[in-house]
């Protein structure tokens, strides 16, 4: 069931316990969470220990902008194993035209938080980029590396746009050619 006014998650109690004993059933060892934002679920964490209980790896994708200081030390806690984290622009001009103002420096604070955090623990959670390339980012995405590596990222995921959703209604401004 998903609609507007109620949705099930695999969050819920009753969700959670059905679909962890179903990917031990089918010997499935890893999930990885998207879609909308994992982190704005109020029962990620305790999905998360359950599933790390039963040697289920983990995987995130996340806008970035929930990574508090108190959501890292949890995510290096329940020894997430990675952390995918979206950013549309190499700085705030084009990453907020996409993803909303005030986007990239909030991301960035985090991705800062982050990096420390990952340094002080020593921990193995694996961090990378993802971006999707279009005409707003187009002349900045080359940037993106010489940021991802002021937070010792290694991998940036470079996609292209999917077109479905708002970015099928916005084709035209984010649409690109293989010759662009």
Do not use: W
């Not at 959501?71 to 907020?96: K, P």
């Amino acid at each position: 069931e998903n609609n507007r006014k109620r949705r099930k998650t695999i969050y819920t109690e009753e969700c959670k316990e059905f679909f962890l004993g179903q990917l031990e059933k089918l010997k499935i060892n890893h999930v990885h969470l998207l879609g909308g934002e994992p982190l704005c679920s109020e029962n990620i964490f305790d999905f998360i220990r359950q599933a790390k209980c039963r040697n289920i790896k983990i995987s995130i994708n996340t806008n970035g902008t929930l990574l508090s200081r108190k959501v890292i030390d949890t995510l290096i806690e329940l020894n997430v194993d990675q952390l995918t984290i979206s950013l549309d622009g190499a700085d705030s001009e084009s990453n907020d035209e996409i993803r909303g103002k005030g986007t990239f420096d909030i991301v960035m604070y985090h991705l800062k938080l982050l990096s420390q955090e990952l340094k002080k623990t020593h921990t193995q959670l694996f961090v990378q980029l993802a971006t999707v390339i279009t005409r707003i980012n187009k002349e900045t995405i080359h940037r993106l590396p010489l940021l991802a590596n002021q937070f010792d990222i290694k991998v940036i995921d470079v996609m292209p746009v999917a077109i479905r959703g708002e970015a099928k209604k916005n084709i035209d401004r984010l649409g690109i050619t293989c010759e662009e």
